[in-house]
Structure formats: C-alpha cells, structure tokens
DNA sequence: CTGAAAGCGCTTACAG
DNA sequence: CTGAAAGCGCTTACAG
C-alpha cells in the first residue's frame, strides 16, 4: 500500500464503507522515512530524541510524523529494546487508606502523562503465597520500566524478592521495614506522630487517646512509635488502655472512639492513625454528647478530603503527595535503582476546629491550611 | 556485552558473581519448543489454550512451560497480533464523584486479573482540545483491546469520536447521550431518581429539595429528569426554588443545603444526586439545628461508603458496581463492538435512618441493606 | 495433528 | 551525520 493511498484511507473513516480501497493501517517508521527520504535509523532518532542528526532532516523528518499522524507503536518498542514506557502500581484491596492510594495514583497519573509514560495498575494481595507467580507473570511479560508499590505491599517480603528477581526498579511507598536496593519514598511517620502528640501535649492535654492503624501497615507502626516517643520525652507514662485498634476504616475508628470514652477516666483527646478513623472517633463522640473541641480534641492523620468534609474540620497531618509522587517517578526513571535509598519527604501539621486546649473552644483559621491543593498539586 | 555475558550477571543475582554461566534470560517460546521437542507453533497453541494438539503433547508442553517458568512476553504477542492484553481505563480528574470511579476501577482491575487482562488507566481531561491527539497516541500505540470511558468523559464528543476512529471497543459509564457503536453500561438513572423521589413522596412529604450534579455528567441530568417525572406523576408543582446546584463534592452539598434551608418555607427532605452532597447537606442542617430524619429527611445516590458513615446513616440509591465492571469486560473482550448498545442494570433503594415520614423518628435497619459487600462483591 | 517461514514495527550494534 | 541488516518474541496464514 503506498503512502498516500494510507493518508486517504484515514480520511475516510467518517464515510460511509468504501470498496475496492486498502483499510487504513496506522503509519509507520517505514512510512515516516519514506516520506521523509530517510532511513528508518534516522526517524528513530528523530522520534527518540537522540543527537546526531541534522537540524534540516530533523525538521523534515518531524514533519513527515505530523502529516502521517506517526505514533510509534510502543508495543514494538518495547520488544525491541526490552524497556517499555509503562510503570506498574501495585495495590491491595483498596478497602482501607483508600485516600492515600487514590491520590497517589492520581498523581501518578499526572506524572506519567507529562512524561509520555503509562501507567498499569494491578490489584496483588499482600495474603496470596502465589504472589511471586502473580508478580512474574506481569513483570517479565512486560518488561515494565519500574514498579511502585503501595502499603501495604511494602511490606510484604515475597514480594519484593520476586520483583527483585527481575531486575525491575522499585519504589515502595511508605515502608516500615529495611529493604536493600529499594527506593523509599514516604514522609517520617514516627516524627509526624511525634510533633502532632507534642503539640495536643503544649495545648496541656495529658491523657491524650491514640487509636492505633493495623500494624501490617509499616506507616500505623511508624505512627504508633512518634505517639509513645512525644509522650516519653514529656514525661507522660505509657498506658495501653489508652490505646485502641482499628484498621485505618471509619467503622473501626467509631468502635476505638467509643471504647475509648467509655474509659472510667476518659482522655481530652484522641489522635487517630488516619483521618477515617479521626472521623469514626468524632462519630462516637456524639453518643457521648461530647462537644469537640470543648469536651475532646481529635486529630486525624493524611489531610484527606475527609478532613476537611467534616464540622468542625480536623486537624490533621498533611502529606505531600505530588511531591512524593514526582520523587518516586524520577527515582524510579532516571536512576534506574543505582540511587536507592529513601526519600523523606516534609510533612506538616495542619491545626483546625477539632482541636483544642481542653476546655476551650476551638479556632478554625482556615489561613491554616498548607497552601497547596489537596490533588495533583 | 555478549549474550552469555548478559545471562551470567543475571543469574548471580542473590549470590556471588559467577563466572562461565550464561545469564537466565527469561525462557522463550524457543525454549519451550525444544524441551518439549515440538514447534514453536505447538506451543503457541497450548499457551492460547487453542484446539488440534493431542493430548500427550499438551501434557509435554505445560510440562516445559513450568519447568522453564515461562511466561510470554505480552509486548511480542501484542505485536504479532496486533490485539493486547490491555485496556484502558479513561478518567478525568478524580476529585468529584471519585468514590464511584475508586470503586469502577477497583472492580475491573478485579476482572482483568481473573480474565488475564491488564488495565491501563489514563487521566485524559475532558475540555482539553488536544483530547484526541492524546488518545490516539495512547490507543493507536498499543492497540488497546479497548477502552473504559468514566464519566465525564463518556460524553465527550471529541474523545468518542478519536476513540471510533482507531476502531476501538468503547465502553462508556453512565453516559448522557446516545451514541451509536458504543456499548453503554448504566443503572436506569432516571428510574432510580424517580424511585427514590416516590419514596421520599410516599413518606408523605410535599416539598422535596434536589440538590442537582453538574450537569455536563449525563447521570446528573438523568437524575434530576427522574426527580421531576416523580413529582409531575404525583400532581407536585415543580418549583425551582427547592432546587440547589452542585458539583458532586461535599462542599457544593453543604452550600446547597444552606441554600435550600435558608428558604422561607423549607423542605421538609431534601435528595441530593449522590452521597458525597447528601453528606455536605446534613452537615448543613446541624447549623439549622435540625434533626434528622424529624426535621428533615435526606436521600443521597450512589450507596457510597459514606453513606454508611454518618449518623443516621443514609438512604441511597445503590449500583451494581461489580456487575457493572462484570458487563463491560465480556462486552469489550467478547462482542468486540458488534453488540453496541446498552446494558440497564438494576438499581436498589436502599432506606436507612436518615429518611422518615415528615416529623417523625427514623428507623435504621441494618436489614434493609442490600445483602452484596460494596467493593468487589 | 504439526512444521517452516514470514512478518508485526520498532531498536541497536556495526559500518561507513 | 546516515544506512543496511539483524533481532526482539511472538502469531499467523500456508503447507503437509
């Protein structure tokens, strides 16, 4: 078929069915140098981006891309070079800590746009001992340029030796445990804890609530740990009976709420692992008639939209999720994990209505607010 | 590098280096072949699961197959036969109505994994001009097997239109407008609307509120025309005033419910097009002192986790999410746009405590739920 | 029931 | 600065 019958064929599409005409086949590198009077060679270049070629073909060449509307096809790319422009994002059920992962991918998703790459997105359960079969069968087939992970599929070792087999870049997000030649991006969580326990300790609370995320999470372990820290280094012992469970869900949250207030002594304030939980525990604090923040402070953790969904809003930790996005990606991109290591990304306490001296009423200054926006910013 | 210098270096990975081994490249179909002592065409045939190879070679090839761990490179396949594994999931930015699109994705990437599929997701922006450029540099790339439009994108002309081009199966999500050639997948938005709205009616309540969707989302307009058929069915005069406008976000359903109870005379039920409004509705009435359900009845749409999070809990309109994901994949994979059209799952008003007879208390059922889990189910 | 060969559309040494 | 050729790992008529 020659070129400019392909070139008509395309036009057609609208029309109704033509006879006696070739389909239109999507142009290719033969195509583009053809019209251009090149070698293929020369388009790759010119498509690649890559030097040595003059600024007259170069020109000739581009040209010859726009009138044929010349995509190359990335699945020949990829075979031929065994590097696909395609990153993996590995997720568990999405259940709890949807927020954190949904904006992650968001921004992700942004990423990879504005960088020509696509992103894959995969469902893995951390439980499934087939998880390596599961990871292979992705990885190796695709050649994928990298893979990100999300908690908490950080942690699950079985995983990451099976990816590591594949000589595949990896990104965890949010960790709790040490891992060789890995990329670690995540804020300090323990230190995050930490600074919200500290400042609920300089509103003068003493007997301040913590209600603990799962613990296969490495960001609710890292987040239990700043909690016990803040109140060690204030000299406020330990109690477990201030401490509830739940699994990063509202539901759970209401339940660690309401066991908690039903202490004989109740705690002025409750800092929730997550905003859902912090949610879950304002929740219960309605069966009790408490007022918040007069009668209990809460903070919650993540700056999720939830957050600021509720009256009064919460107070709240904010992560940088663009931020940790864009470092995963150019990690993951550039340094092909020769740089692994981690990446700590600031975090910032964001104090809203929900929290108080105790006693007192609250102040929601929305001037509070981190100044970016809570996506894709 | 030689090749048997590549394959020694990738065998050593967790030991010391080695020397004199070649480097475990992944096993090809070639591999495959000779230990089982036939073509690669027979292989071929055993890993597509095609018909005409007796049964003892069958046995010898899946033998080969486990024992080489091969898996087949999907790029190659995709590239020889011009058909990939992989769809793409279209969205636009995820802050309005995401708890739905969260819920959509999750439930195909659950059948892409069962079905051996792998989803694609793609963040397109629907006023973007450039919108079918980008498509076609997504689709015609990777010759998608076909392609998931979220709303608002399933009705975005332009985007419809570059997608039909490439000759792709397209599945659109509750979309507004017709369109020939395209497999739809919805719940019967008008019906459901007017449904609830017949509940809210059969309550015994006269002046109902509706807190409208931005309506450039066709099931925003569908919703508010089932609103409207209700009362004109049940001899209510439309009034505009009892309607308020939204963009699906909790924020906008705060404003609105501000809005609609800041009227001389108010509802006594407000419906708002999905939870995330309804939410932001009953955040309003708390600034009203109003109770719900006695004050006030509200209704949301979507049975989104939300709605099971607030206290009362809500009366939503519940969809199918799974068998949504579930009709759209064997439509796409099997039908292959031959069977355009649309596909009506049903719908289910689910009551819960935040809607009762005007005046009176409500009574929140946990039997009234429907019996299937929100996600995945 | 099975094989040998061509081809999918690129990239990549190797030459010049 | 550019070209001719081999090869990535599959599928698919075409033969038998």
Redesign the interface.
């Known amino acids: 078929m020659s070129v400019s019958e392909k070139i008509d064929n395309a036009e057609t599409?609208d029309r109704p069915e033509e006879e006696g005409r070739p389909r239109p086949r999507?142009a290719t590198i033969y195509d583009v140098a053809e019209l251009a009077g090149v070698s293929i060679k020369t388009v790759s270049k010119v498509i690649n981006n890559l030097p040595q070629v003059s600024y007259a073909t170069r020109q000739r060449v581009s040209e010859a891309v726009e009138t044929l509307?010349f995509?190359?096809?990335?699945?020949?790319r990829?075979?031929a070079s065994s590097r696909?422009f395609?990153l993996g994002l590995f997720c568990d059920?999405?259940?709890a800590g949807?927020g954190y992962a949904?904006r992650i991918?968001?921004a992700m998703?942004?990423m990879c746009?504005n960088e020509g790459y696509?992103?894959?997105?995969?469902?893995v359960h951390a439980t499934n001992p087939q998880v390596g079969r599961q990871v292979?069968?992705?990885v190796?087939?695709?050649?994928l340029a990298g893979v990100l992970l999300m908690p908490p599929l950080s942690d699950v070792p079985a995983l990451i030796a099976a990816l590591?087999?594949t000589?595949t870049p990896i990104v965890r997000f949010s960790p709790g445990t040490a891992e060789s030649d890995v990329i670690d991006v995540d804020i300090d969580n323990c230190a995050a804890a930490r600074d919200m326990t500290n400042y609920l300790i300089g509103l003068g609370h003493r007997r301040i609530g913590f209600v603990r995320g799962p613990l296969y999470h490495g960001d609710a372990v890292m987040r239990f740990e700043g909690y016990r820290l803040a109140l060690a280094a204030a000299g406020i012992a330990f109690d477990e009976d201030l401490c509830a469970d739940g699994d990063y869900t509202?539901?759970t949250g209401m339940r660690a709420g309401e066991q908690l207030l039903s202490l004989p002594e109740r705690p002025s304030a409750i800092f929730a692992s997550n905003d859902?939980m912090a949610?879950?525990v304002m929740?219960a604090s309605?069966r009790f008639n408490l007022r918040i923040p007069q009668d209990l402070s809460v903070a919650g953790f993540d700056n999720e939209?939830?957050s600021?969904?509720?009256?009064p809003r919460l107070t709240t930790c904010h992560q940088p999720i663009a931020e940790m996005a864009e470092a995963a990606f150019f990690a993951i991109i550039r340094q092909n994990k020769k740089h692994a290591g981690t990446f700590h990304l600031p975090h910032k306490i964001v104090v809203r209505g929900s929290t108080a001296a105790p006693g007192m009423a609250g102040v929601d200054n929305d001037d509070n607010e981190a100044p970016t926006p809570?996506?894709?910013g």
């Open positions: 599409e999507p509307s995509r190359p096809n990335q699945l020949a990829g075979l696909s395609m059920a999405p259940a949807s949904a991918q968001m998703l942004t746009h696509h992103l894959i997105v995969e469902c292979n069968a992705l190796a087939q695709s050649s590591k087999h000589k509202y539901k859902d949610a879950g929740a309605l939209i939830i600021h969904a509720m009256s809570f996506f894709n």
